[in-house]
């Protein structure tokens, strides 16, 4: 069985969705460690979650960056091992570094929380096989800060890079070119505002959100 | 001991929604003639250190690596020198 870390930050809101979405959609195992884990090693995917880590004060993940688990997250990135951040977790890993740019408050003030069409815009990364290329997928979405922002030679590097994973299909909060879920430039790390863990079973609407986890275990069982 | 006071404001080309909100309120009022608002965050920070380059040199790093997000906001700071108590 795939081992899959879920870290809880104070504040966080969707580690149990997530943890449920391993335990009971994929059938691999997860555990949430808390914010003050310093050590990752035993497991094969990192997740963090979305809500509002440290009430979100100064910036969204401005304060989780200097949690006591975020060097082992970055540790665990440089071995090549899979990173993936959702809402709150992407922000966080945007503060910390490990991805580029920025996410802003939507363009619009408000709080958005609805379904949102997507595009797979690449689908040969650590997070996306399962997808077939330019996929429409639906996931849904839930942040007052998802506008992605980042300047223009960091975005014609991301176009390079292929490091665009998904896009918006109706860009409803002023991304930058409707991004919605970014990669590093290695591939391991994923950051995306839209929540799989949502979408992960036909009561909540649609099971497009699997196929994310569903493309960890395939690129798991291609290393082992 | 010194005091920082600390201005972190959104870049220029940075779209800043919650100023554009305020802006159409001040219309609301009346206040016609206000054409620009831009919104930022305001810290006062004590700081134990002996001489003035130290608390700037500590001010810029405490802006650098929390205060402030390079990619979107920038900063400024002034210190004064507190009277001893």
Known sequence: ?224 | MFLAQVHVTYKPSILDPQAVAIKDAMHRLAFDQVTAVRQGKYFEITLDVSTADEAERQIEAICDQLLANPNMETYRYDIKELANQ
């Open chain 1, 1 to 224: 069985m795939m081992k899959f870390a879920v870290v809880s930050f104070p504040g966080s809101n969707c580690d149990e969705d997530l943890y449920y979405a391993i335990t009971d959609d994929l059938h691999e195992a997860a555990t949430i460690v808390p914010h003050t884990t310093t050590d990752l090693s035993g497991f094969d995917v990192v997740l963090i979650p979305g809500g509002f880590s440290y009430g979100d004060y100064l910036r969204g993940g401005a304060i989780a960056k200097f949690a006591p688990v975020m060097p082992a997250v970055k540790a665990f990135a440089q071995t090549g091992k899979p990173v993936l951040g959702i809402c709150n977790g992407f922000q966080i890993l945007t503060e910390a570094g490990l991805l580029p740019g920025t996410l802003q408050h939507n363009r619009q003030m408000q709080f958005i929380c609805e379904p949102e069409p997507l595009r797979v815009e690449n689908n040969r990364t650590m997070f996306t096989s399962a997808f077939q290329d330019q996929q429409q997928i639906t996931l849904p979405i839930a942040h007052g800060e998802g506008n992605y922002y980042c300047d223009d030679a960091t975005l014609a590097k991301l176009r390079e890079n292929h490091q665009i994973a998904f896009t918006y299909q109706n860009n409803p909060n002023g991304s930058v070119s409707d991004i919605a879920g970014i990669t590093n430039e290695a591939g391991n790390v994923l950051g995306m505002m839209p929540h799989p863990e949502r979408a992960v079973e036909d009561i909540q609407g649609g099971t497009d959100g699997l196929l994310v986890f569903k493309s960890l275990v395939q690129a798991h069982l291609r290393t082992v």
